[in-house]
């Protein structure tokens, strides 16, 4: 079992950064990923950006590259989603994954076996 802990959302004006965090805790993930998702009011969860725990591969959405970074503090178990230059489109629940991807990095919800809670992250204009 794994257990993932996300944070760090809150009320940000557009324009403004945010850091989220992904604790993770229980077995080994050190050769699974991890995933960013995100899911607004009436839309289904789409694929933010993914890390393998190694840190030698990422992937981001389209939407996100060049605002957001991913990456992986291995001693702290954890994964961190650097959110710059935020837009109003950017409002969403946030939800990290991971799950056993063969070492590579993964772009669909299905390939991730555990979530956390989500965070809230609302980007005002």
């Known amino acids: 079992q794994v257990q993932l802990v996300d944070s760090g959302g809150r009320l940000v004006q557009a324009g403004g950064s945010l850091r989220l965090s992904c604790a993770a805790s229980?077995?080994?993930?050190?050769?699974?990923?991890m995933g960013w998702f995100r899911q607004a009011p009436g839309k289904e969860r789409e694929f933010v950006a993914t890390?393998?725990?190694?840190?030698?591969?990422?992937a981001y959405a389209d939407s996100v590259k060049g605002r957001f970074t991913i990456s992986v503090d291995n001693a702290k178990n954890t994964v961190y989603l650097q959110m710059n230059s935020l837009k109003p489109e950017d409002t969403a629940l946030y939800y990290c994954?991971?799950?056993?991807?063969?070492?590579?990095?993964?772009?669909?919800?299905?390939?991730?076996?555990?979530w956390g809670q989500g965070t809230q992250v609302t980007v005002s204009s």
């Open positions: 994954a991971t799950g056993p991807t063969g070492g590579n990095v993964a772009i669909t919800p299905k390939s991730y076996a555990y």
């Open positions: 229980g077995r080994s993930v050190s050769a699974w990923c």
């Open positions: 890390i393998t725990w190694t840190g030698g591969r990422t």
